[in-house]
């Protein structure tokens, strides 16, 4: 029981160290959508994702494989 409350005590430490370093954690109103950014890593993230299809095998696993171009080069 001992060591646990050690490494409570321990955890709380670090964690306020990292509070006075970085500051409290932000919390918002948890009614509002969550916006997103649409920057360029989320762009070139789905264009990445556009180029692979799901499959699914007769045991219910799932994975992807690259799409084949269909156009014919």
């Given at each position: ?11 709380m ?35 990445q ?25």
């Open positions: 029981m001992a060591n646990d409350e050690k490494f409570v005590n321990k955890f430490h670090a964690t306020d160290h990292l509070r006075k370093v970085f500051g409290p954690a932000d919390q918002g109103d948890m009614d509002s959508p969550v916006v997103h950014r649409h920057d360029a890593i989320e762009d070139e993230s789905e264009e994702l556009s180029q692979i299809e799901e499959h699914t095998d007769s045991g219910g696993h799932h994975y992807a494989v690259k799409k084949t171009d269909q156009t014919g080069a």
